[in-house]
């Protein structure tokens, strides 16, 4: 069992968050404090990396959604890169993939804020 | 999967009991616990993450709501519980979930479609969504003797 770890890179404009272990409500709050962090710096567009992610409940998603809409409204947005095949499938029989943007690429993920 | 000495589980052919503090730092063991459970019954790995989500949903809940600081419980002398007793009978799998904190109206709870929910992008209330979502039945109860008792069964369908 990994713990939940969160690191961070930029590029360009873009913040890349890598996120491995789980994401329930008991680890959210760490990554809940690390967005917060970055609205306050004015940085709106994020790409959340799952390749090493092993779960995400609900409290994750609703406040991935919730940050998203937040990022949405300064032009920017919140998406998720690499999402293992397991969470895809949870995630998008519960419609969740309407909602976010799933890109299976870096570069895609970064490019599809540039195209705003 | 070696567990926390706090964590109490005992297994019989058809029967599983697991009890931990509740605490949300247990909440990744009985996922594990639940979900091989659920693999070794039959469930094939899509059901199982479902069931695994399921419980986890549940358990949050109890940790997040029922075990709130600031509500007041009738069992409030005690340490905090999460309860699991799972069961196999005939195709069914039967996963109770017991604890002693606050009690939640669970017959008058109204949450919106999860349509709704997303197209309004609201960030919570998706537990109960889920639960009823992904297992075939869902029930809770309260009493003064028992606690509060989340039920939920899920089909295994025969290929």
């Given amino acids: ?116 | 999967m070696e567990l926390p000495e706090n964590i109490h589980r005992e297994e019989s052919a058809d029967k599983l009991l697991i009890q931990t503090p509740g605490h949300g730092s247990y909440l990744a063991y009985i996922r594990a616990i639940v979900g091989d459970l659920a693999r070794k019954i039959g469930f094939d790995e899509g059901e199982a993450a479902k069931i695994e989500m399921a419980v986890d949903e549940a358990c949050s809940n109890v940790v997040r709501h029922a075990y709130s600081p600031d509500k007041e419980w009738c069992w409030q002398q005690r340490d905090p519980e999460i309860r699991l007793d799972i069961r196999v009978e005939g195709n069914l799998l039967i996963i109770e979930i017991n604890d002693h904190g606050q009690r939640f109206d669970f017959a008058n709870y109204r949450p919106a479609r999860m349509e709704d929910h997303l197209r309004e992008m609201k960030p919570g209330g998706y537990g109960i969504l889920i639960m009823r979502n992904f297992m075939d039945e869902v029930q809770y109860s309260s009493n003064d003797q028992t606690g509060n008792t989340l039920r939920m069964v899920k089909y295994l369908k025969k290929s």
């Fill in chain 1, 1 to 116: 069992m990994r713990d939940f770890r969160i690191d961070q890179e930029s590029r360009d404009s873009v913040q890349l968050i890598r996120l491995s272990g789980s994401l329930d409500m008991y680890s959210f709050p760490r990554l809940e404090s690390e967005l917060n962090a970055l609205f306050q710096q004015g940085r709106y567009s994020l790409v959340l990396d799952c390749r090493d992610l092993d779960y995400i409940g609900s409290a994750g998603l609703g406040a991935l959604i919730g940050f998203a809409k937040r990022a949405r409204e300064h032009k920017g947005d919140l998406c998720l890169l690499n999402v293992p095949e397991r969470i895809y499938k949870i995630i998008e029989l519960l419609g969740f993939t309407k909602v976010l943007q799933v890109h299976q690429t870096e570069d895609e993920a970064v490019a599809s804020f540039q195209a705003k």
